[in-house]
């Protein structure tokens, strides 16, 4: 069965320090992977996928994600963290099977201080 | 751009009551998703249709109904409300076919009260 997993619940980052939030994925087959942010009260927001192709993936407002098949990681990643990027993000994997079952991490808050 | 809305934003509710949940999207996909989110458990899918009429159960679709009579509709019924149903419901639709690199479009959310 597929299935995703978000190991942290928050991390805490400082403004134009780095950050990565973590996913590990289990998939038989070759995965599609997701990142999607929710601000507060809001539906999910898709931020980018991986399909195929190059390992590094780039999303939208600056974050990309590297896909590792050796460590089933797809890890959400920026350069410069701003305080507007606060918000909770989720990782999902597609089902291979069944073309439209997403499953979803459990999600991670990120909270970058000034 | 992908424009999915919900019908409500924020909904009280009673023990008992029909509910209706509805969800509209306006870039013809055809396929439509209702799940529930809740603290620490993420996204769970309560129903999906991929076509006006045709459902298919999620993981999760005890205590709720759906209906699919247009193709840019989709609407979620909790028949007899109860409390445990407090939450936030998000609708979402994707192109369809057999896309499998197709994306989630997500409405708003509704946030739900049942007293």
């Known amino acids: 069965a597929q299935s995703v997993a978000q190991p942290e619940d928050q991390v805490n980052v400082a403004e134009g320090n780095p950050l990565t939030v973590k996913c590990t994925y289990s998939?038989?087959?070759?995965?599609?992977l997701f990142w999607y942010v929710q601000y507060p009260n809001r539906g999910l927001q898709f931020l980018l996928k991986y399909i195929t192709g190059d390992n590094l993936v780039k999303g939208s407002y600056g974050f990309e994600a590297e896909f590792n098949k050796s460590q089933t990681s797809f890890h959400l990643k920026k350069p410069s963290a701003l305080v507007s990027d606060s918000a909770l993000y989720f990782c999902?994997?597609?089902?291979?099977?069944?073309?439209?079952?997403?499953?979803f991490g459990s999600g991670t808050k990120l909270n970058v201080k000034p | 751009d992908v424009k999915v809305t919900q019908s409500s934003r924020y909904l009280v509710k009673r023990t008992g009551e029909k509910v209706f949940l509805e969800c509209v999207q306006d870039m013809d996909h055809e396929n439509m998703f209702w799940y529930r989110q809740d603290p620490g458990l993420g996204l769970r899918l309560i129903y999906f249709s991929y076509d006006v009429k045709m459902k298919e159960k999620g993981d999760i679709p005890e205590g709720y109904s759906v209906s699919r009579e247009k193709k840019e509709r989709f609407s979620l019924i909790l028949e007899s409300a109860s409390t445990n149903q407090t939450s936030m419901y998000l609708c979402a639709s994707t192109l369809g076919g057999a896309r499998r690199a197709d994306t989630q479009y997500f409405g708003p959310g509704t946030r739900l009260t049942v007293l």
């Open positions: 999902a994997v597609r089902d291979l099977g069944k073309i439209n079952k997403f499953y």
């Open positions: 998939v038989s087959g070759n995965p599609y």
